[in-house]
Every structure is written in C-alpha cells, then in structure tokens.
C-alpha cells in the first residue's frame, strides 16, 4: 500500500505529458487514492507506519493543509524525540503559518 500510495500522488503531479505517458504504460495517477493508500498504512502499518506518516506530512504540506501536516508531525516528534528534523519542521510550518 505505501509504494502504490506514493507512486499514485507522485504520478499524479508529475506534468501532462509524463501523466500520459505513464498512463500509457499502466500507472493511473490518482492523488485522492494515492492518499488513502498512505492513510491505510499509517494506520494499520507496522514497520513502514512512521514512513507513510511522513510522506502524509510532505502530501499535505504540497496540498496546502498546514493542520493535518501539524499533527502528523507532532506525533511523529512525540514517538521520536531524538530526531531533530520533526521539530525544525513543525517550527517551519508555524512560523509559515
């Protein structure tokens, strides 16, 4: 679920000509099921839950939805305190905010 997740909203805003072509090949870009995909994974995942978690923040943040970006990154900082990058985030998004 979390590589045909990423590879859907990826494809999906990737420009016309590549959509085509990859379209032709077999990849539907779909951003909507591309999420849901890593929502699926988000939650019930185990190991490759805190990725899906993160490619959620990166999807909302190009989405525009600062809040749902917030909060998964909040949680992300909370079940990895030694990882720096979660709050320079957030503090990034804030301030933005």
Same mark, same amino acid.
């Given at each position: 679920?979390? @590589?045909?997740?990423?590879? %859907?909203?990826?494809? #999906?805003?990737? /420009?016309? =000509?590549?959509?085509?072509?990859? *379209?032709?090949?077999?990849? =539907?870009?779909d951003?909507? /099921?591309?999420?849901?995909?890593? +929502?699926?994974? &988000? #939650? *019930?995942?185990?190991? +490759? &839950?805190?990725?899906?978690?993160?490619? +959620?923040?990166? &999807?909302?943040? *190009?989405? %525009?939805?600062?809040g749902? &970006?917030?909060?998964?990154? /909040?949680?992300?900082?909370?079940?990895f305190? @030694?990882? =720096?990058?979660? /709050? %320079? #985030?957030?503090?990034? +998004? #804030?301030?933005?905010?």
């Amino acid at each position: 679920m979390l @590589a045909t997740g990423f590879a %859907k909203y990826v494809i #999906e805003s990737t /420009s016309p =000509p590549v959509r085509w072509l990859l *379209r032709m090949g077999g990849l =539907p870009p779909d951003k909507q /099921s591309g999420i849901a995909d890593l +929502l699926t994974t &988000a #939650e *019930r995942g185990y190991y +490759l &839950a805190p990725f899906a978690r993160i490619l +959620l923040a990166i &999807a909302y943040v *190009r989405e %525009k939805d600062t809040g749902c &970006a917030l909060e998964l990154l /909040s949680g992300l900082r909370a079940e990895f305190p @030694a990882n =720096p990058l979660f /709050s %320079k #985030e957030i503090g990034r +998004l #804030e301030e933005a905010h």
